[in-house]
Protein backbone atom coordinates (compact mmCIF):
# COMPACT_ATOMS: atom_id res chain seq x y z
CA UNK A 1 0.00 0.00 0.00
CA UNK A 2 1.21 3.07 -0.82
CA UNK A 3 2.25 5.46 2.14
CA UNK A 4 0.73 8.95 2.09
CA UNK A 5 3.53 11.78 2.00
CA UNK A 6 3.61 13.60 5.37
CA UNK A 7 3.04 17.31 5.99
CA UNK A 8 4.04 19.19 8.60
CA UNK A 9 2.85 19.48 11.98
CA UNK A 10 1.45 22.69 13.67
CA UNK A 11 4.71 22.51 15.77
CA UNK A 12 6.82 22.53 12.52
CA UNK A 13 4.91 25.15 10.89
CA UNK A 14 5.23 27.57 13.76
CA UNK A 15 9.16 27.02 13.74
CA UNK A 16 9.21 27.84 10.32
CA UNK A 17 7.05 30.74 10.54
CA UNK A 18 9.15 32.40 13.50
CA UNK A 19 12.04 31.33 11.67
CA UNK A 20 11.14 33.47 8.63
CA UNK A 21 10.18 36.34 10.83
CA UNK A 22 13.57 36.28 12.21
CA UNK A 23 15.42 36.75 8.82
CA UNK A 24 12.44 39.43 7.84
CA UNK A 25 13.32 41.33 10.84
CA UNK A 26 17.28 40.66 10.06
CA UNK A 27 17.26 41.90 6.52
CA UNK A 28 14.43 45.12 6.61
CA UNK A 29 17.43 47.08 8.59
CA UNK A 30 19.54 45.96 5.83
CA UNK A 31 17.44 47.05 3.21
CA UNK A 32 16.91 50.33 4.80
CA UNK A 33 20.31 50.97 4.75
CA UNK A 34 20.58 50.12 1.10
CA UNK A 35 17.45 52.15 0.45
CA UNK A 36 19.60 55.54 2.43
CA UNK A 37 22.90 54.82 0.61
CA UNK A 38 21.45 54.78 -2.76
CA UNK A 39 19.27 58.26 -2.17
CA UNK A 40 22.11 59.93 -0.52
CA UNK A 41 24.32 58.95 -3.75
CA UNK A 42 21.73 60.01 -5.72
CA UNK A 43 21.67 63.66 -4.09
CA UNK A 44 25.38 63.81 -4.55
CA UNK A 45 24.72 63.68 -8.15
CA UNK A 46 22.65 65.72 -8.10
CA UNK A 47 23.57 68.16 -5.86
CA UNK A 48 27.25 68.27 -7.43
CA UNK A 49 24.86 68.92 -11.42
CA UNK A 50 23.68 71.90 -9.56
CA UNK A 51 27.56 73.16 -8.63
CA UNK A 52 28.47 72.06 -12.52
CA UNK A 53 25.43 74.66 -13.59
CA UNK A 54 27.22 77.13 -11.48
CA UNK A 55 30.07 77.02 -12.74
CA UNK A 56 29.42 76.57 -16.37
CA UNK A 57 26.85 79.63 -16.36
CA UNK A 58 30.14 81.07 -14.86
CA UNK A 59 32.31 80.80 -17.55
CA UNK A 60 30.19 83.20 -20.22
CA UNK A 61 29.72 85.30 -17.15
CA UNK A 62 33.04 87.09 -16.02
CA UNK A 63 33.74 84.31 -13.58
CA UNK A 64 30.39 85.46 -11.85
CA UNK A 65 27.52 83.37 -10.53
CA UNK A 66 24.18 83.71 -12.25
CA UNK A 67 22.01 87.13 -10.33
CA UNK A 68 18.71 87.61 -11.12
CA UNK A 69 19.04 91.47 -10.28
CA UNK A 70 21.87 91.81 -12.64
CA UNK A 71 20.49 90.15 -15.24
CA UNK A 72 17.19 91.98 -15.46
CA UNK A 73 17.82 95.72 -16.12
CA UNK A 74 14.96 96.05 -18.19
CA UNK A 75 12.74 94.01 -15.54
CA UNK A 76 11.20 92.65 -18.89
CA UNK A 77 11.01 89.33 -16.30
CA UNK A 78 10.05 90.83 -12.45
CA UNK A 79 9.41 94.51 -11.69
CA UNK A 80 10.31 95.98 -7.89
CA UNK A 81 8.88 97.80 -4.72
CA UNK A 82 12.41 99.28 -3.89
CA UNK A 83 15.31 97.79 -5.30
CA UNK A 84 16.53 95.60 -7.71
CA UNK A 85 18.56 93.33 -5.33
CA UNK A 86 14.78 91.90 -4.46
CA UNK A 87 14.69 89.34 -7.34
CA UNK A 88 17.59 87.54 -5.77
CA UNK A 89 15.92 85.35 -4.13
CA UNK A 90 16.27 80.86 -4.35
CA UNK A 91 13.30 80.55 -6.43
CA UNK A 92 14.73 83.25 -9.20
CA UNK A 93 18.38 82.28 -8.98
CA UNK A 94 17.52 78.53 -9.49
CA UNK A 95 15.52 79.34 -12.34
CA UNK A 96 17.79 80.92 -14.30
CA UNK A 97 19.87 77.69 -14.41
CA UNK A 98 16.38 75.90 -15.27
CA UNK A 99 15.61 78.37 -18.15
CA UNK A 100 18.87 78.30 -19.72
CA UNK A 101 19.14 74.64 -20.12
CA UNK A 102 21.58 74.16 -17.30
CA UNK A 103 19.21 72.05 -15.41
CA UNK A 104 16.03 70.60 -15.06
CA UNK A 105 13.51 71.00 -12.05
CA UNK A 106 13.74 67.56 -11.20
CA UNK A 107 17.23 68.12 -10.36
CA UNK A 108 16.60 71.24 -7.52
CA UNK A 109 14.58 68.12 -5.28
CA UNK A 110 16.40 65.33 -3.69
CA UNK A 111 15.69 62.18 -3.91
CA UNK A 112 15.63 62.11 -0.17
CA UNK A 113 13.24 64.94 0.10
CA UNK A 114 10.78 64.75 2.98
CA UNK A 115 8.90 67.32 3.04
CA UNK A 116 5.55 67.04 0.54
CA UNK A 117 5.45 70.79 0.03
CA UNK A 118 9.12 70.09 -1.84
CA UNK A 119 8.59 69.15 -5.11
CA UNK A 120 9.55 69.78 -8.89
CA UNK A 121 8.12 72.12 -11.07
CA UNK A 122 6.47 70.12 -13.85
CA UNK A 123 5.06 73.10 -15.41
CA UNK A 124 7.99 75.15 -15.96
CA UNK A 125 7.87 76.87 -18.72
CA UNK A 126 10.66 77.59 -20.67
CA UNK A 127 9.39 79.84 -23.28
CA UNK A 128 7.82 83.56 -22.72
CA UNK A 129 6.72 82.35 -19.36
CA UNK A 130 3.43 83.86 -18.79
CA UNK A 131 4.17 85.27 -14.90
CA UNK A 132 7.14 87.50 -16.69
CA UNK A 133 6.28 90.83 -17.02
CA UNK A 134 7.03 90.83 -20.50
CA UNK A 135 6.89 87.02 -21.59
CA UNK A 136 8.47 87.49 -24.72
CA UNK A 137 11.53 88.70 -23.13
CA UNK A 138 11.74 87.24 -20.31
CA UNK A 139 15.30 85.47 -19.16
CA UNK A 140 13.80 83.20 -16.51
CA UNK A 141 10.36 81.49 -15.51
CA UNK A 142 9.32 83.82 -12.39
CA UNK A 143 6.82 81.04 -11.75
CA UNK A 144 9.47 78.89 -10.28
CA UNK A 145 9.69 78.83 -6.17
CA UNK A 146 12.37 78.28 -4.14
CA UNK A 147 10.77 77.56 -0.87
CA UNK A 148 6.35 76.56 -0.13
CA UNK A 149 4.41 79.46 0.53
CA UNK A 150 5.94 82.34 -1.60
CA UNK A 151 2.69 85.07 -1.53
CA UNK A 152 1.82 87.80 -0.68
CA UNK A 153 -0.51 86.40 1.72
CA UNK A 154 2.11 84.87 3.27
CA UNK A 155 4.20 87.41 4.12
CA UNK A 156 6.57 87.63 1.05
CA UNK A 157 6.22 90.49 -0.56
CA UNK A 158 9.16 90.65 -3.05
CA UNK A 159 10.67 88.91 -5.96
CA UNK A 160 7.46 87.72 -7.09
CA UNK A 161 5.53 87.45 -10.64
CA UNK A 162 3.38 89.74 -11.24
CA UNK A 163 0.58 87.91 -9.93
CA UNK A 164 2.07 88.51 -6.55
CA UNK A 165 2.38 84.92 -6.31
CA UNK A 166 4.06 81.80 -7.76
CA UNK A 167 2.76 79.31 -9.97
CA UNK A 168 1.87 77.08 -7.24
CA UNK A 169 2.05 76.74 -3.06
CA UNK A 170 4.80 74.14 -3.10
CA UNK A 171 8.52 75.08 -2.91
CA UNK A 172 11.13 73.86 -5.65
CA UNK A 173 14.28 73.65 -4.33
CA UNK A 174 15.82 70.84 -1.76
CA UNK A 175 19.31 72.48 -1.37
CA UNK A 176 20.92 75.39 0.79
CA UNK A 177 22.79 77.58 -1.67
CA UNK A 178 25.40 80.48 -0.58
CA UNK A 179 23.17 83.78 -0.20
CA UNK A 180 24.82 86.00 -2.59
CA UNK A 181 24.64 89.56 -0.72
CA UNK A 182 27.88 91.64 0.45
CA UNK A 183 30.69 90.28 0.92
CA UNK A 184 29.46 86.77 0.07
CA UNK A 185 28.44 87.95 -3.11
CA UNK A 186 31.42 89.92 -4.34
CA UNK A 187 34.13 86.95 -2.86
CA UNK A 188 32.22 83.74 -3.07
CA UNK A 189 29.53 84.32 -6.09
CA UNK A 190 31.84 83.44 -8.34
CA UNK A 191 33.20 80.11 -10.11
CA UNK A 192 36.53 80.81 -9.11
CA UNK A 193 36.50 80.15 -5.33
CA UNK A 194 38.40 78.03 -3.13
CA UNK A 195 38.16 74.42 -2.13
CA UNK A 196 37.15 74.87 1.33
CA UNK A 197 34.32 77.12 0.42
CA UNK A 198 31.15 75.21 0.56
CA UNK A 199 28.43 76.67 -2.18
CA UNK A 200 25.69 73.98 -1.83
CA UNK A 201 24.07 71.44 0.84
CA UNK A 202 21.34 69.70 1.91
CA UNK A 203 19.81 72.13 3.68
CA UNK A 204 20.07 72.41 7.87
CA UNK A 205 18.27 73.37 10.56
CA UNK A 206 18.61 76.62 13.08
CA UNK A 207 21.14 76.59 15.69
CA UNK A 208 22.20 78.83 18.58
CA UNK A 209 25.34 78.57 20.56
CA UNK A 210 28.77 79.61 19.77
CA UNK A 211 31.60 78.78 17.53
CA UNK A 212 32.95 74.77 18.83
CA UNK A 213 29.15 75.00 20.99
CA UNK A 214 26.88 74.50 18.39
CA UNK A 215 23.25 73.09 19.61
CA UNK A 216 19.77 72.94 17.81
CA UNK A 217 17.32 75.27 18.86
CA UNK A 218 14.39 73.42 20.67
CA UNK A 219 11.31 73.93 18.23
CA UNK A 220 10.33 72.85 14.89
CA UNK A 221 13.34 74.99 13.05
CA UNK A 222 15.70 72.66 15.47
CA UNK A 223 15.61 69.60 17.13
CA UNK A 224 11.65 69.14 15.22
CA UNK A 225 13.07 70.09 11.96
CA UNK A 226 12.51 68.14 9.02
CA UNK A 227 16.17 68.91 7.74
CA UNK A 228 17.42 66.17 10.38
CA UNK A 229 15.56 63.51 8.63
CA UNK A 230 16.75 63.93 5.77
CA UNK A 231 20.02 62.23 6.00
CA UNK A 232 20.69 62.91 9.94
CA UNK A 233 19.23 61.87 12.94
CA UNK A 234 16.81 62.81 15.71
CA UNK A 235 19.87 64.42 17.31
CA UNK A 236 22.49 65.06 14.55
CA UNK A 237 21.93 66.88 11.14
CA UNK A 238 23.94 65.40 8.17
CA UNK A 239 24.43 65.86 4.77
CA UNK A 240 26.33 66.46 1.60
CA UNK A 241 28.36 69.38 1.07
CA UNK A 242 29.73 70.68 -2.12
CA UNK A 243 32.26 72.97 -2.54
CA UNK A 244 33.41 75.91 -4.82
CA UNK A 245 36.04 73.78 -6.76
CA UNK A 246 32.95 70.78 -7.47
CA UNK A 247 34.04 68.03 -4.81
CA UNK A 248 31.50 66.66 -2.80
CA UNK A 249 31.83 65.27 1.00
CA UNK A 250 29.23 63.95 2.95
CA UNK A 251 29.46 65.76 6.43
CA UNK A 252 28.30 64.75 10.09
CA UNK A 253 28.21 68.15 11.93
CA UNK A 254 27.02 71.62 10.91
CA UNK A 255 30.93 72.60 10.93
CA UNK A 256 32.76 70.97 9.01
CA UNK A 257 36.97 70.26 9.62
CA UNK A 258 37.13 71.39 6.14
CA UNK A 259 35.98 74.74 7.09
CA UNK A 260 38.38 76.99 8.84
CA UNK A 261 36.67 80.30 10.34
CA UNK A 262 38.80 83.26 10.71
CA UNK A 263 37.33 84.88 14.50
CA UNK A 264 38.48 88.30 17.10
CA UNK A 265 41.52 87.50 19.08
CA UNK A 266 39.16 87.83 21.98
CA UNK A 267 37.91 84.46 20.94
CA UNK A 268 40.22 81.88 23.12
CA UNK A 269 37.51 78.84 23.26
CA UNK A 270 39.31 76.75 20.83
CA UNK A 271 42.82 76.48 19.10
CA UNK A 272 40.87 75.88 15.82
CA UNK A 273 37.68 77.57 14.65
CA UNK A 274 35.64 75.86 12.04
CA UNK A 275 32.57 77.66 10.09
CA UNK A 276 28.98 76.34 11.04
CA UNK A 277 27.98 77.06 7.44
CA UNK A 278 24.00 77.13 7.87
CA UNK A 279 25.03 80.38 10.65
CA UNK A 280 25.80 83.40 10.60
CA UNK A 281 28.29 83.72 12.31
CA UNK A 282 29.80 87.32 14.27
CA UNK A 283 33.18 87.05 13.04
CA UNK A 284 34.52 89.65 16.04
CA UNK A 285 33.25 86.79 19.00
CA UNK A 286 31.85 83.54 17.29
CA UNK A 287 28.07 83.81 18.01
CA UNK A 288 24.79 84.34 16.33
CA UNK A 289 25.38 87.03 14.47
CA UNK A 290 22.44 88.67 12.05
CA UNK A 291 20.24 85.68 10.79
CA UNK A 292 17.76 87.45 8.68
CA UNK A 293 20.46 89.80 7.40
CA UNK A 294 23.12 87.88 5.06
CA UNK A 295 24.63 91.21 3.86
CA UNK A 296 26.38 91.43 7.03
CA UNK A 297 29.28 88.98 7.22
CA UNK A 298 31.36 86.69 5.20
CA UNK A 299 31.39 83.24 6.58
CA UNK A 300 29.70 80.54 5.06
CA UNK A 301 26.16 81.00 4.84
CA UNK A 302 23.85 78.61 3.13
CA UNK A 303 20.35 78.99 3.01
CA UNK A 304 16.77 78.19 1.20
CA UNK A 305 14.86 82.30 1.18
CA UNK A 306 12.17 84.29 -0.40
CA UNK A 307 11.81 87.35 0.64
CA UNK A 308 14.52 89.89 0.23
CA UNK A 309 13.84 93.43 1.63
CA UNK A 310 16.12 96.24 2.33
CA UNK A 311 18.40 98.30 -0.62
CA UNK A 312 22.18 97.28 -0.21
CA UNK A 313 24.77 97.36 2.65
CA UNK A 314 23.83 95.68 5.91
CA UNK A 315 20.33 95.83 5.07
CA UNK A 316 19.44 93.54 3.22
CA UNK A 317 16.99 91.48 5.21
CA UNK A 318 15.64 87.86 3.88
CA UNK A 319 12.88 85.38 4.82
CA UNK A 320 14.53 82.42 5.44
CA UNK A 321 12.91 78.86 4.42
CA UNK A 322 12.41 76.69 7.72
CA UNK A 323 10.64 73.97 7.80
Known sequence: MTKR???????????????TAILISLLLPVVGKARDSARQLKD???QRSVVQALGAWALNDKDRYPLPSRLDGDNSTLTFGTTATEKDNTGNIMSVLVYNGFLTPKTLVSPAENNPAIKPDLGYEYASPSLAAMPERALWDPGFAGMPGENTFNGISSGLPKIGARREGSGNVSFAHLTPFGDRLTKRWRGSGSSNEPILATRGPVYEGFTGSWYLVPNSSGAQSNRMKIFGSRTRWAGNVVYNDGHLRFETRPDPSTVPISLGQTVVRLPAYYDNIFVNEDESNGTVGFHQIPSIGGNTFLQVYGNVLGGGGPDIIVTHFED
Open 5 to 19: PRGFTLIELLVVIAI
Open 44 to 46: SSQ
